[in-house]
């Protein structure tokens, strides 16, 4: 019974979660964001100490049922070994490990520091949620889109306006191949040995390990009943129950109650400690695992990859070739507004993605720098930061992008907007223009003569910086390409004007 | 798209079609004959050329739209023209009594005449009339050699020796009309050789057709006695009969030019009878008012049967390329059924309703087009007409359709046009405003239309950004 209400709500959040990280409408957000806000990691960042709390104390009190009930990779973990497990002869296909706390607790050091000196990246690599959120970001959300495309194109053949298009493309090639190899390693491991990455590489699995050997209810065997048959063992995905010794890692045990079924003799119970006092006390040793070291050397790797950025065009016959744009070099990255200043969402995100997945306007994708990596900025490419768009900011679980108003969004500075002569139209080809004056939100760019003698001189932008608040609609609707003639660069701060 | 809307139009039609084929004459066929399956192979109306005796169908075939091998139209794209289609459109045509097919050196992007050529080649030159046109628009074509080229490919492309109906193409166009009407006529001599081409026989009608500046109109036809035109193509429909000028100033009321064509016995030729398609694809409330009147008769078979009203007409030009497009026009023409004055105030009425509503005048004909920054111009004030005439302009954010409409608006909008070649990426350099044969103010109207988007998409008060411009 346990193990069923286990399941059934593991997959639920699973479902949810994944979910709101493939709704590209922003609608679900509204009803699910709960979801990634009760995430450990993100709720660490976020300083929430009501659900920091709230999960430490439910791991004090019943164990890690976080790890097998709200964390989705956890979960995801638990599918991808259960599809194993239907194999032929491989259900009882584990067996008892010492668990490896240098490394554990070794990557746990590591994790904490770069937490504290805020190399963002290293954080969001390891974090388990974030991790999930890539998965689906970048592997599982194309496959969804191009799905709803295909209905937008029967919805548009049959006159509905129920579904619309949406546009598929590769955000960050290295945030792409992070994706793609953190979800080769974790499916390869939960498909060989079930919850090994929960137990030798997730922080948030070392530490909620850690409070788990005091937990309050437990798994414990009875050795009065208990014939040493080894299933329970052979059972256990975490590879935690020594059957021999009768004895059980709490640090790895995930509470996922699966051997309380699987035992044919009613040994093993779900208990608190004082009912169970009479029970064998419980060591742990050292565990071994191999998976490890390949996902280290792998994301290694990813961190020295070159961002490669996927471009997709069509073209008609009666149209004019429209060429992409490239993205210019700012000397600062431009963050949302919400994020207060770079240093605050460099020390807080744990690159989800979540806000990536709900930006509308194509504006927000992951860092390809090292020191960012996996963490959103601004580009304005593909659109710019729309003035009635403050999505990003509802839904960041880690409080990395604070919840704006609207209003409020109109008067906060994230960047300023910086003119580039030799790409201006005015001035290149002696066209009339002042798109980025016309589309302005702020009102910031004014037409003036270039010549301030000659009236009738081609009429170039003067920016007040003041009053610019780096939305990049200027950027974005400039016709002049690949180079835009006007640019926004990031502010480190931002103000409030 | 189009012609789903077409078939949607023709549906009931086709369903008395079957019927009809299937033996069971549908009840109440006293209404009119049109609605019928069978379209009558010798009931065509014919019109008299006052100056050679032609008979000439009252409907003419416009050549500017042939169907492509992917059941496109081979004026909007680059896809091989159809050419065994074409040939059944003809055959049909011809069998169902239509003799004026009018074409050009310009039209299907340079491969109308030729294809056309093929299709009529295969019937006796003496069963219809070719009209084609001196299409010299670039100036590199301005040249007295390079025009007399065009008109001697033509006589090629199309296999014949002379060309019934020869036309000096859209004068009156362009930034300067009257400039560029002297440039590509007068100045080079091109005129005066089309009249000796005239009295050689090789050309038996001289006329031109018009577009924009009235000054240029007028001064054609004040050189009446000089240039002795047999025939001129305007544009005529019930909207433009009146409300011409009001659409937009640079243009003339159809009701004089028709007028003064008619003063001085000049057969009038009709282009636009269904203002590219404005006239078939209207407001809902405007359809339900002509279909209440005649329920079995297509939208567009009112606009057929008021250009074909005018005595002094000699055909109605329709660019069809579908099947469907021949027979519906084939149904309001065999035959004609004049209007009656009632009938005729009735359209004037419905002309004032849908002016009522703010639809652009554009009739989709691309001249405007490529814009070189990559805008779909038309793409953009055809998918701002239709949300006009779907009821999908909402006036205020209180009214009780705002956000189906506005989904309707936004969704279409990203549906009809790729983002990046929406309103908002109009610079506005202007370089698309003379080459609009309706005088369309396309910067002003495209940075309107965004400004409706924008509003939209922002949730804010519509008031301001629903006006038209004037």
Not at chain 1, 310 to 322: C, N, Y
Not at chain 2, 102 to 123: F, M, N, Q, W
Not at chain 2, 364 to 376: L, T, V
Not at chain 2, 437 to 461: H, S, T, V
Request: hydrophobic share 40%; glycine share 8%.
């Amino acid at each position: 019974m346990l193990r069923k209400i286990r399941i059934t709500l593991a997959l639920v959040c699973l479902v949810l979660i994944t979910l709101l990280f493939l709704d590209f409408t922003g609608t679900l957000h509204a009803w699910l964001g709960w979801l990634a806000k009760i995430q450990f990691l993100p709720a660490v960042l976020a300083m929430n100490a009501g659900v920091v709390a709230g999960l430490i104390l439910l791991t004090l009190l019943f164990g890690r049922i976080y790890c097998s009930v709200i964390c989705p990779l956890g979960v995801f973990q638990d599918v991808v070994s259960h599809i194993s497990d239907m194999r032929k002869k491989k259900k009882y296909r584990f067996a008892y490990s010492p668990a490896l706390s240098w490394l554990r607790y070794g990557l746990l050091a590591v994790f904490v520091i770069a937490l504290v000196a805020g190399v963002g990246s290293f954080v969001a690599l390891l974090a388990p949620y974030s991790s999930y959120g890539r998965i689906v970001q970048n592997l599982f959300a194309p496959v969804w889109q191009w799905g709803n495309n295909l209905l937008a194109y029967f919805a548009e053949r049959a006159e509905s306006y129920t579904f619309y298009r949406t546009e598929v493309w590769i955000r960050s090639l290295p945030t792409f191949i992070v994706a793609a190899v953190t979800f080769a390693i974790v499916t390869v491991l939960a498909w060989r040995g079930g919850r090994t990455y929960c137990n030798t590489v997730c922080p948030v699995g070392t530490v909620l390990g850690f409070l788990s050997r005091y937990s309050r209810f437990r798994i414990t065997i009875d050795t009065r009943k208990c014939n040493t048959c080894h299933l329970c063992e052979k059972q256990c995905k975490a590879s935690c129950i020594d059957a021999s010794g009768h004895r059980i890692d709490y640090s790895r045990c995930v509470a996922c109650m699966d051997c309380l079924e699987t035992c044919t003799h009613g040994a093993i119970r779900y208990i608190s400690v004082s009912k169970a006092k009479n029970e064998k006390s419980v060591r742990e040793k050292p565990s071994v695992d191999k998976g490890r070291r390949g996902f280290l050397t792998g994301a290694g790797l990813l961190l020295g990859t070159a961002a490669l950025k996927a471009q997709e065009k069509t073209v008609d016959g009666g149209l004019a070739v429209i060429l992409d744009k490239k993205v210019p070099e700012r000397k600062t990255p431009i963050v949302p507004p919400g994020a207060g200043s770079l240093q605050h969402l460099r020390q807080h995100c744990t690159g989800c993605q979540l806000c990536v997945s709900v930006c509308p306007n194509g504006v927000l994708r992951p860092s390809s720098d090292l020191g960012s990596l996996m963490q959103p900025e601004s580009s304005y490419e593909r659109g710019y930061c729309r003035p009635e768009c403050v999505k990003c900011g509802e839904v960041c679980p880690a409080g990395a992008i604070g919840k704006i108003s609207e209003a409020e969004k109109s008067s906060i500075q994230i960047g300023h907007a910086v003119w580039v002569k030799e790409n201006c139209l005015p001035v290149t080809e002696g066209v009339s223009c002042g798109n980025c004056a016309r589309h302005c939100p702020s009102g910031a760019i004014t037409m003036v003569p270039m010549d301030a003698e000659d009236p009738a001189s081609p009429l170039i932008p003067a920016v007040n910086e003041s009053r610019c608040i780096g939305c990049g609609a200027c950027e974005n609707l400039c016709p002049s390409r690949p180079f835009s003639a006007i640019y926004v660069e990031g502010h480190l701060v931002h103000q409030t004007l | 798209m189009n012609r789903r809307q077409f078939l949607a139009r023709l549906g009931a039609g086709a369903a008395v079609t079957s019927a009809a084929l299937a033996g069971c004459r549908p009840k109440g066929g006293a209404i009119s004959g049109s609605g019928d399956g069978e379209i009558p192979t010798d009931k065509m109306t014919y019109r008299t050329n006052p100056r050679t005796g032609d008979k000439v169908s009252i409907l003419g075939y416009g050549c500017m739209r042939w169907p492509t091998v992917n059941n496109g139209s081979a004026r909007d794209n680059n896809d091989a023209i159809d050419q065994e289609e074409v040939n059944r459109l003809v055959d049909y045509a011809i069998e169902h009594g239509v003799n004026y097919f009018d074409t050009s050196p310009a039209y299907c992007k340079g491969r109308s005449e030729h294809v056309t050529g093929i299709a009529l080649s295969r019937h006796p030159r003496n069963k219809y009339f070719i009209a084609t046109k001196l299409s010299n628009f670039a100036p590199s074509t301005w040249s007295r050699e390079a025009s007399i080229a065009m008109y001697r490919n033509s006589l090629k492309e199309l296999q014949t020796d002379y060309i019934d109906y020869m036309l000096l193409h859209a004068i009156g166009m362009g930034n300067n009309g009257m400039k560029e009407f002297e440039a590509r006529y007068l100045d080079n001599g091109i005129l005066d050789f089309l009249m000796a081409e005239r009295k050689a026989g090789r050309i038996r009608n001289l006329g031109f057709s018009y577009h924009g500046d009235i000054a240029v109109f007028e001064r054609a036809l004040a050189e009446h006695d000089k240039y002795q035109w047999d025939f001129v193509q305007i544009q005529l429909n019930y909207l433009d009969w009146k409300h011409a000028k009001e659409i937009n100033p640079r243009n003339t009321d159809a009701e004089y030019l028709y007028g003064e064509l008619a003063k001085r016995g000049i057969p009038a030729v009709i282009m636009e009878p269904l203002l590219g398609g404005r006239l078939s694809k209207v407001h809902d409330h405007v359809a339900a008012r002509l279909k209440q009147r005649e329920p079995e008769k297509s939208v567009a078979s009112w606009a057929f049967r008021f250009a074909g009203s005018f005595p002094g007409v000699l055909t109605v030009l329709s660019g069809m390329t579908y099947m469907e497009h021949l027979q519906d026009n084939l149904r309001s023409y065999t035959p004609l059924k004049p209007l009656t004055e009632e009938e005729m105030r009735f359209l004037f009425d419905t002309a004032d309703l849908m002016m009522q509503y703010p639809t652009v005048p554009c009739n989709d004909c691309k001249y405007c087009m490529p814009c070189p920054y990559g805008i779909d111009i038309p793409g953009i004030l055809l998918h701002y007409n239709k949300c006009v005439n779907e009821g999908n302009l909402p006036e205020s954010r209180q009214a009780e359709n705002y956000r189906k409409a506005r989904r309707a608006f936004l969704v279409g909008y990203d549906r009809s046009v790729p983002r990046l070649r929406q309103a908002d990426h109009c610079i506005g350099c202007n370089r698309c405003t003379h080459h609009c044969p309706q005088n369309i103010r396309i910067p002003q109207e495209l940075q309107r239309i965004n400004q409706f988007a924008e509003y939209l998409k922002q949730g804010l008060d519509l008031a301001p950004a629903i006006q038209k411009t004037k």
